[in-house]
C-alpha cells in the first residue's frame, strides 16, 4: 500500500509540473528517466 502512496504522489508531482490539467502517463516502475520524460510530456502538452 505505501508503493501505491509513492507511485501516486509522484503522479502528482509530475502533473504539477505542467498545468495540472494533463495526468501523466508514467508506468511502474517509476524510474528516474521515466519521472523525467514524463515531466517534459507535461510540460510541453
Do not use: N, Q, W
Not at 509530475?14 to 523525467?36: F, K, Q
Amino acid at each position: 500500500m505505501l508503493g501505491i502512496s509513492a507511485f501516486y504522489a509522484l503522479s502528482d508531482a509530475v502533473a504539477a509540473c505542467g498545468d495540472g490539467s494533463v495526468y501523466p502517463a508514467l508506468d511502474a516502475p517509476a524510474t528516474a528517466e521515466r519521472v523525467l520524460a514524463a515531466v517534459k510530456r507535461v510540460r510541453h502538452v
